[in-house]
């Protein structure tokens, strides 16, 4: 049976951030004397940006090309293939010599190239980014043995009808599902809020995939593109707990998409094909 929407697991984490513009503005810019934007021109953004992102509208963000970089490269590695979409180039380590004067100046340096891998150069969408091999190493044997980038879907009944919520597992093991992200700062339960840790595992479930564990593998990068650390934040699927809330969110999310049809040009959340 044909279903009366489609969701993506994202998409309700921007419609999350919608509807609790108050808080984000508050803890951005609650303590400037100068904010950038009033908390009701914020709240404005916050819908146009979601209706964009309902829209399918393409936008340029660093951060998201990082984020899909990485975790190409760490599939790659995971797979032991070649990328299609990105371009990686293996980085070594550097060795440097020379000689001084007397008073410690510099006469001459050389330097020789080892065949030591320090780090691997990834490239894409003209956009280059460096990740240390010991970090890429380190997230691949993690996930050693997993099935990568595995679309999940399945129905869920709402009192407007049904709706089929969809996403893409980053890394599917055997008795648990884990999503990479990177992020320029985190803080502790930045993603308890989030719906892929719902909608994977219910997806999972429906399709007679037991798998309750769900962990965010978090790398921190600083402004220098630089990795600070890796976190993890481990949840674990509770049916009668999270499918009402699954449900109550979409129900929600649908309230919103009706009141503003006339906003919305593709169709593909209605159930339907452009």
Same mark, same amino acid.
């Given at each position: 049976m044909q279903p009366k929407y489609r969701f993506y697991a994202t998409i309700l984490d921007a419609f999350w951030g919608y509807l609790n513009s108050d808080v984000?503005?508050?803890?951005?810019?609650?303590?400037?004397?100068?904010?950038?934007?009033?908390?009701?021109?914020?709240? %404005? #953004?916050?819908?146009?940006? #979601?209706? +964009?992102?309902?829209?399918?509208k393409?936008?340029?963000?660093?951060?998201?090309?990082?984020?899909?970089?990485f975790n190409e490269?760490?599939?790659?590695?995971? &797979?032991?293939?070649?990328? %299609?979409?990105?371009?990686? %180039?293996?980085?070594?380590?550097?060795?440097?010599?020379?000689?001084? +004067?007397?008073?410690?100046?510099p006469l001459y340096y050389d330097e020789e190239e080892t065949k030591e891998v320090?780090? #691997?150069?990834?490239?894409?969408?003209?956009? &280059?980014?460096?990740?240390?091999?010991? #970090?890429?190493? &380190?997230?691949?044997a993690y996930y050693k043995g997993a099935l990568t980038q595995q679309r999940v879907e399945a129905i869920l009944p709402t009192a407007y009808g049904n709706v089929l919520v969809y996403g893409l597992i980053d890394e599917l093991m055997p008795t648990s599902v884990h999503d990479v992200k990177t992020t320029g700062s985190y803080t502790v339960g930045k993603f308890k809020d989030h719906h892929q840790h719902l909608v994977y595992p219910y997806a999972l479930l429906q399709n007679g995939s037991d798998v309750r564990t769900f962990e965010y593998n978090i790398v921190e990068f600083n402004?220098?593109?630089?990795?600070?650390?890796?976190y993890t934040e481990t949840y674990v699927f509770n049916p009668k707990r999270d499918i009402p809330i699954l449900t109550n969110h979409c129900e929600e999310f649908i309230r919103f998409l009706e009141e503003n049809r006339e906003l919305i040009t593709d169709k593909k959340i209605f159930g339907g094909e452009n």
């Open positions: 984000i503005w508050d803890k951005y810019w609650g303590w400037s004397e100068n904010p950038p934007h009033t908390p009701e021109e914020f709240h %404005e #953004l916050q819908f146009q940006e #979601l209706i +964009d992102r309902i829209n399918r393409p936008f340029d963000s660093e951060k998201a090309d990082r984020g899909t970089a490269v760490i599939d790659c590695m995971i &797979e032991n293939r070649k990328s %299609e979409t990105v371009k990686v %180039e293996k980085v070594y380590k550097v060795n440097r010599f020379g000689a001084c +004067d007397e008073m410690g100046k320090i780090a #691997l150069k990834a490239t894409y969408n003209n956009r &280059e980014f460096t990740f240390p091999i010991s #970090l890429c190493r &380190e997230f691949a402004k220098a593109g630089y990795p600070v650390d890796t």
